[in-house]
């Protein structure tokens, strides 16, 4: 297996490994109002992060509403076996926890609230990185950064980071920082995989120019860059495809499907599998820090693992982004 390599997240001296380990996929999969039925248990989820810190992955992303905190609570669990100080933690806040006035946002009461409940859940003294989950309409960003900041003067929270927004809001946010002298956010997660390529439109240029740390999810893009899927055949029993009771072809356009075809046609020639390449063109980017792998087995883990070992060329390279001219509109 290749051995793990490290960088520096954004400007910031704090050093995490290139691949993220998402934990998502760990907990019940409640959330209020609906259901995932693609999560893993508690004792999977230890297993899979035990020995993604065993192969020397150390920076963990996990969210308050990931199974309304069970994906937290198993984190925690977790990482009580190991030096604290050895571990990037990362977690987020903004959506969803309960029904009812402030249960959501980004106010000042619910972030308070809920890094808190964070810190309670994930059974640890202080965040490493607390990120903005989506932008908060009704909340101006003045109160959201002023209370992150509160919570880094408390020794709660280490850095701050976004997720996915339009580069217009987030420049919005580091200026307000800046002119506030308030803490500034230190990362971006962007979805960002071969086929889903619009934020090469939209903030990674932002994100290139100040210095922020890139942390892209989905990069197998739902497992769709795995190759698991199929044209004109049914989903997978397991597979959140599957379990939504949609087929593949009522998902994927065509330009998604020809970019899987030079995935699978480049995997065949390295002897690598369509996990790997596509892992590898994103650990090509410069501007990438680390994406987020979402595995649920262990073995999954080691495959995800191994794309550190697959260099590819700058006519690979191309090859694989031909397909898709990269378009950012509102709506995503």
């Not at 009522?250 to 369509?274: C, F």
């Amino acid at each position: 297996m290749a051995d793990m390599e490290y960088t520096y997240l954004g400007e910031t001296g704090l050093e995490v490994s290139k691949l993220c380990l998402g934990c998502m996929n760990f907990g019940s999969g409640w959330r209020p109002t609906y259901q995932d039925d693609w999560t893993v248990g508690e004792e999977d989820g230890v297993e899979v992060i035990d020995h993604a810190i065993e192969n020397g992955i150390n920076f963990l992303d996990t969210a308050n509403t990931y199974s309304t905190g069970g994906s937290e609570r198993i984190v925690g669990k977790a990482i009580q076996e190991y030096d604290r100080n050895e571990v990037v933690v990362a977690t987020k806040v903004r959506n969803e926890m309960r029904q009812g006035p402030n249960g959501e946002g980004l106010s000042r009461k619910h972030i308070l609230d809920q890094a808190d409940a964070s810190l309670e859940r994930l059974d640890t003294d202080y965040i490493d990185l607390y990120q903005i989950h989506r932008w908060d309409d009704n909340t101006p960003i003045e109160e959201t950064l002023s209370a992150l900041d509160h919570l880094v003067n408390e020794g709660k929270v280490r850095y701050i980071g976004a997720s996915t927004m339009p580069a217009w809001k987030f420049m919005k946010a580091l200026y307000t920082s800046d002119v506030e002298n308030l803490d500034r956010f230190i990362s971006m997660q962007p979805e960002y995989s071969l086929v889903r390529r619009h934020e090469e439109e939209n903030v990674l240029p932002l994100c290139d120019e100040e210095d922020i740390g890139v942390i892209p999810w989905s990069p197998l893009y739902g497992g769709f860059l795995t190759g698991k899927y199929e044209r004109e055949e049914e989903s997978p029993d397991g597979s959140r495809l599957g379990e939504s009771g949609r087929s593949p072809d009522e998902v994927y356009s065509d330009e998604e499907w020809q970019v899987l075809d030079v995935v699978r046609e480049l995997a065949k020639e390295r002897g690598v599998s369509p996990t790997q390449v596509s892992l590898a063109w994103l650990l090509h980017n410069e501007i990438v820090t680390a994406p987020i792998i979402g595995p649920k087995t262990t073995e999954q883990l080691d495959e995800n693992i191994r794309a550190l070992g697959v260099a590819l060329t700058d006519e690979e390279i191309e090859r694989l982004e031909a397909p898709i001219d990269p378009v950012w509109t509102a709506s995503q």
